[in-house]
């Protein structure tokens, strides 16, 4: 063993240990590893930042950039609406849940996927008969599943798909992962279908987010000059199709009626509204209604401010308590408008620049983002979150899904390169306003990024060190003789393993290599021997740390560290039972 091969196992054993000890950031470690592969001569200088400008980087980051601009536009949502109000007993809402999410795994990063649907889930979850609990581990489970079927799922496939490019020359492309990927995806949704009654039922701590996303809000709809023909009386407009409740009418002469169904449609009138923004979005795209605050657009300090909304709580302290929009005179002295106002106990009737606010109100406001922080701290109002107003905006509701589909097609008929098509998917969202700047930004990962970007050289160092060879040569030795099946479930079984301690990512990036001459060692082809990492890497169902996923379901659906092993032994048990005869059937272990 040289000096470079005992460094270069040095830097990536004490990466290891680190990584499992779990004292410290995974990104932190990655670029303390890179550091000190450079100081020790291990990583060359001139190659120590490669990581960071290659192709997996960007797809990896332009996927959840488009993985974000689809959640914030809601169509997902809106299509499950219709189907969910027929789901009433959880042997029917699991598997649809988790179905969907799988489904939209193999389009979008996985983690995104989850993100999107967990949304719906929290609210199907709530209702007579259902479990958050029983709802949230299967889709996450069935989001890493469906995240395997394509290049772009997780960032597993990337990295390996990188690694075979550097051992052979030649990528994956895009859907060579979905014969095996969708094959364990059916079978998984088959464990998760009969096993979830498994899991404990427990009560998750849904937090902020949560009531945000199901917070119900009044707003305006004026009746336009001209109306169709079919549209004559307020019975006309199906107002319960999308959601939305019809509280009170306001005559042109300022007097309000009540929303009786037989009340005739005329120019001028206002309609208060009450629902969710999904369903007050879904109705203005459908019915040609215009918004009442439309009439006086935000002013922007300069033509390159961002406009952003915010939703914010008022505090007892609030100068706002007692006042309306209009007395307070909230556009013409701060320039920010009132969009809508939540309020729990109380329905609003009135017009939304008379309603008098109260302590408690949660306010969806629109500004410019220099005057919004200023606004807020001079108002004693509490910032929630951002919020993404898609109310009559087809072009960014529908948008980032039909630029999705282009930049996959043009990827399946190899038109351009997948991280060209993901890089310009991702600006033409922000072109048509489907996403803000400060929202992509936002939708970065920078911590998988940095961690991706400075461990991808370490790797490369100890491949090119010999340290690859040298490890592949002393497990072909051990396991010469034993039948090839046997091999490639072992190199599963130990990615999947390695994933809780490592992370992911860091998982392929070690293991990737060293599949690549174990195999070339015992004479086989390596395309088995990645797909082997690959999978197992990405299938952590042991753990809630091994992938965000996991991570991400833990608070809001009340699990402990070992529920997760209740409903992921059996997946687990499938996914190397089956998975392995899988890729030897359609990858060939002696095949070039």
Not at 168 to 181: E, N, R
Not at 259 to 277: N, R, T, Y
Request: aromatic share 6%; net charge neutral.
């Amino acid at each position: 063993m040289t000096t470079p091969q005992i460094l270069s196992f040095a830097l990536v054993g004490g990466a290891i240990a680190t990584f499992a000890w779990g004292r410290f950031r995974y990104d932190l470690v990655s670029l303390v590893v890179l550091l000190i592969g450079m100081a020790m001569g291990v990583v060359p200088v001139k190659e120590a930042f490669t990581g960071f400008t290659s192709d997996v980087v960007v797809i990896i980051a332009t996927a959840l950039i488009v993985s974000a601009a689809i959640a914030k536009s809601g169509v997902i949502e809106s299509g499950l609406r219709p189907l969910l109000s027929r789901l009433k007993r959880l042997r029917v809402q699991v598997p649809v849940m988790a179905g969907a999410t799988g489904l939209l795994s193999m389009l979008t990063k996985n983690v995104g996927a989850l993100a999107i649907l967990m949304p719906t889930a929290l609210k199907l979850g709530r209702t007579e008969g259902s479990s958050v609990s029983a709802l949230l581990m299967p889709m996450s489970f069935m989001s890493l599943l469906g995240g395997l079927v394509t290049l772009v799922g997780t960032s597993t496939n990337i990295i390996v798909s990188q690694v075979r490019q550097e051992e052979t020359g030649h990528p994956f492309a895009m859907f060579d992962f979905a014969p095996v990927g969708l094959g364990l995806t059916f079978l998984g949704l088959v464990v998760v279908t009969f096993c979830w009654p498994l899991l404990p039922r427990r009560v998750g701590g849904g937090g902020l987010q949560e009531v945000v996303s199901t917070a119900s809000y009044s707003t305006e709809a004026t009746i336009p000059d001209e109306l169709p023909e079919n549209l004559k009386t307020i019975a006309d407009l199906d107002l319960d199709k999308d959601g939305v409740e019809l509280v009170a009418i306001e005559r042109a002469d300022g007097t309000r009626t009540s929303a009786s169904p037989s009340a005739p449609l005329k120019p001028g009138e206002v309609l208060v509204l009450e629902g969710d923004d999904d369903a007050l979005s879904r109705l203005f795209d459908r019915l040609p209604l215009k918004q009442a605050h439309d009439e006086k657009d935000v002013e922007k300090a300069t033509p390159k401010e961002e406009i952003r909304s915010v939703e914010a709580v008022v505090q007892p302290e609030s100068p706002l308590i007692g006042t309306s929009a209009a007395r307070a005179r909230l556009q013409d002295r701060y320039g920010v408008k009132l969009l809508a106002i939540g309020r729990s106990s109380q329905r609003i009737t009135e017009r939304l620049r008379e309603v008098t606010i109260r302590a408690g109100d949660v306010l969806l406001l629109q500004s410019g983002e220099e005057a919004m922080p200023d606004f807020l701290s001079q108002t004693g109002l509490l910032p929630l979150a951002e919020r993404s107003v898609k109310l009559g905006n087809s072009r960014q509701r529908y948008g980032p899904i039909a630029i999705l589909a282009v930049a996959l097609v043009l990827v399946a008929f190899k038109v351009i390169s997948i991280a060209a098509a993901f890089f310009g998917a991702a600006v033409l969202i922000v072109l048509i306003g489907s996403l803000t700047m400060r929202e992509a930004y936002g939708a970065l990962e920078p911590e998988v990024l940095v961690l991706i970007g400075a461990l991808t050289p370490v790797s490369e160092a100890v491949r090119h060190t010999g340290g690859t060879d040298l490890i592949a040569h002393g497990l072909a030795t051990v396991l010469t003789g034993s039948p090839p099946m046997l091999v490639l479930g072992t190199l599963m079984l130990a990615s999947m393993l390695c994933s809780p301690f490592l992370h992911n990512a860091p998982t392929v990036l070690v293991l990737g290599p060293i599949a690549v001459s174990v195999a070339k060692a015992l004479g086989l082809s390596p395309d088995p021997f990645l797909m082997a990492v690959a999978t197992g890497a990405g299938c952590d169902f042991l753990t809630p740390v091994g992938h965000q996923c996991n991570t991400l379901v833990m608070g809001p659906g009340g699990y402990r560290f070992w529920d997760y092993a209740r409903l992921g032994a059996p997946l687990s048990v499938m996914v190397i039972v089956v998975g392995t005869p899988l890729i030897a059937f359609f990858w060939p272990l002696t095949g070039h």
